[in-house]
T-cell receptor
Framework: KNQVEQSPQSLIILEGKNCTLQCNYTVSPFSNLRWYKQDTGRGPVSLTIMTFSENTKSNGRYTATLDADTKQSSLHITASQLSDSASYICVVSAGNTGFQKLVFGTGTRLLVSP | KAGVTQTPRYLIKTRGQQVTLSCSPISGHRSVSWYQQTPGQGLQFLFEYFSETQRNKGNFPGRFSGRQFSNSRSEMNVSTLELGDSALYLC???????????????FGPGTRLTVL
C-alpha cells in the first residue's frame, strides 16, 4: 500500500535553532518527492522537488535529502525564523509516465518560538 | 505575474445543496488540480485537468466533478453536500507538460467550505 509517514507530528523549537523533519514512504514505482510549506490559512508552497537520482536539494535555509534505498527523506531547516512556523508536507509521486498518483503525508506542524 | 486565484474564499452551505468552486490558474499554465484538505485526512487529490480533459482522478465519489475551460480556468462541483464535505478545497496549477511530472505546482489560497 502506498503510504507516506511524517515525523514528528508537531515540533516546537527556539528561534535560531536548527531542526530536521522526517518523511518515510512506501510508494512504488517512485517518481519524485516534494516538500511543501503551508502557512495557516494559505495554500501550500513548494520548497523542493527531488527525483530518484537526486539526494540533496537546497532552497535557502531549507535542505532536503533523499535516500531512495531506505525510502527516507528529511527536511533540514537552518537558523530557524519565526516565519518558519507552518506545516510541512511531504508528497511522493508514484508512477512512470504522465501524471502520477500523489501520496501525501499528514504533515509536521512546526512552531518557532521567540 | 498573478498567482492562482480561487473564488469564493469562504462558503457556507447546508446538507443536500450543491456548490461550484472556481479556480483561475497562473497565465500560461494548462494543468489544474484540485485537492481537499481536512484536519483528519490531510491533503487528498481530487482530480487534474489538462487542456480541458480530465487527465487523472483520485478516489472520491461521483458527487465531486470538475471541468476546465479553453482558457484553462477550472470549476469544481460538489452535489448533494454532506457534513463530511466541510473542508478547505485547494486548486493548484502547473505547466502540465512534465513527462515525469516534475512540474512545480502553485497553489491558490483555497476555498473554505462549511456544510451545516
Amino acid at each position: 500500500k502506498n503510504q507516506v509517514e511524517q515525523s514528528p507530528q508537531s515540533l516546537i523549537i527556539l528561534e535560531g535553532k536548527n531542526c530536521t523533519l522526517q518523511c518515510n514512504y512506501t510508494v512504488s514505482p517512485f517518481s519524485n518527492l516534494r516538500w511543501y510549506k503551508q502557512d495557516t490559512g494559505r495554500g501550500p508552497v513548494s520548497l523542493t522537488i527531488m527525483t530518484f537520482s537526486e539526494n540533496t536539494k537546497s532552497n535557502g535555509r531549507y535542505t532536503a535529502t533523499l535516500d531512495a534505498d531506505t525510502k527516507q527523506s528529511s527536511l533540514h531547516i537552518t537558523a530557524s525564523q519565526l516565519s518558519d512556523s507552518a506545516s510541512y508536507i511531504c508528497v511522493v509521486s508514484a508512477g512512470n509516465t504522465g501524471f502520477q498518483k500523489l501520496v501525501f503525508g499528514t504533515g509536521t506542524r512546526l512552531l518557532v518560538s521567540p | 505575474k498573478a498567482g492562482v486565484t480561487q473564488t469564493p474564499r469562504y462558503l457556507i452551505k447546508t446538507r443536500g445543496q450543491q456548490v461550484t468552486l472556481s479556480c483561475s490558474p497562473i497565465s500560461g499554465h494548462r494543468s489544474v488540480s484540485w485537492y481537499q484538505q481536512t484536519p483528519g485526512q490531510g491533503l487528498q487529490f481530487l482530480f487534474e485537468y489538462f487542456s480541458e480533459t480530465q487527465r487523472n482522478k483520485g478516489n472520491f465519489p461521483g458527487r465531486f466533478s470538475g471541468r476546465q475551460f479553453s482558457n484553462s480556468r477550472s470549476e469544481m462541483n460538489v452535489s448533494t453536500l454532506e457534513l463530511g464535505d466541510s473542508a478547505l478545497y485547494l486548486c493548484a496549477s502547473s505547466l502540465g507538460t512534465g513527462g515525469v511530472n516534475t512540474d512545480t505546482q502553485y497553489f491558490g489560497p483555497g476555498t473554505r467550505l462549511t456544510v451545516l
